[in-house]
């Protein structure tokens, strides 16, 4: 399943983080790799930008982009809104069925290896800690875990 939310053009995002910067703000590559760094909830920054942490992209030996990738627990706020917009609802609304399959979509993502990570999907599924332990428990089960 696709996801499709409007985006501002690329080059409007880079420019925006990186008035002074070398990079080609129309580059194909930065329009390439735009949806997989919204997805991820990453930020596009021109190279001369980059700090150790982030990962600058070049083109036929030329940095063109550097993309700062989110913390942890922001990038698990950015799959909760995600999985929200995918479902046209808050995830609070949704019914147990669905609520089990958005645990099991998040598992899969690594979500519950963040601190607090099951707090945090409890809280915006509006159910407990103990049901979304629940959820996870019956996953395993029904695996053979």
């Given at each position: 399943?696709?996801?499709?939310?409007d985006?501002?053009?690329?080059?409007?995002q880079?420019?925006?983080?990186?008035?002074?910067s070398?990079?080609?703000?129309?580059?194909?590559?930065v329009?390439?790799?735009?949806?997989?760094?919204?997805?991820?909830?990453?930020?596009?920054?021109?190279?001369?930008?980059?700090?150790?942490?982030?990962?600058?992209?070049?083109?036929?030996?030329?940095?063109?982009?550097?993309?700062?990738?989110?913390?942890?627990?922001d990038?698990?706020?950015?799959?909760?809104?995600?999985?929200?917009?995918?479902?046209?609802?808050?995830?609070?609304?949704?019914?147990?069925?669905?609520?089990?399959?958005?645990?099991?979509?998040?598992?899969?993502?690594g979500?519950?290896?963040?601190?607090?990570g099951?707090?945090?999907?409890?809280?915006?599924?509006?159910?407990?800690?103990?049901?979304?332990?629940?959820?996870?428990?019956?996953?395993?089960?029904?695996?053979?875990?």
């Amino acid at each position: 399943m696709t996801e499709s939310v409007d985006h501002p053009p690329a080059a409007a995002q880079v420019s925006a983080a990186s008035d002074n910067s070398s990079a080609t703000l129309d580059h194909p590559l930065v329009s390439a790799v735009k949806p997989l760094v919204d997805a991820m909830g990453a930020e596009l920054l021109g190279p001369d930008q980059a700090q150790p942490d982030d990962v600058v992209l070049a083109w036929e030996g030329r940095d063109v982009v550097a993309v700062r990738l989110p913390q942890l627990s922001d990038s698990l706020d950015h799959i909760l809104a995600a999985l929200e917009r995918r479902h046209g609802m808050p995830l609070a609304d949704l019914d147990r069925k669905a609520k089990q399959s958005v645990v099991r979509t998040l598992e899969a993502r690594g979500a519950f290896s963040v601190r607090h990570g099951v707090e945090t999907v409890a809280g915006a599924l509006g159910v407990s800690r103990f049901t979304v332990y629940n959820y996870l428990n019956r996953e395993h089960t029904a695996k053979g875990e």
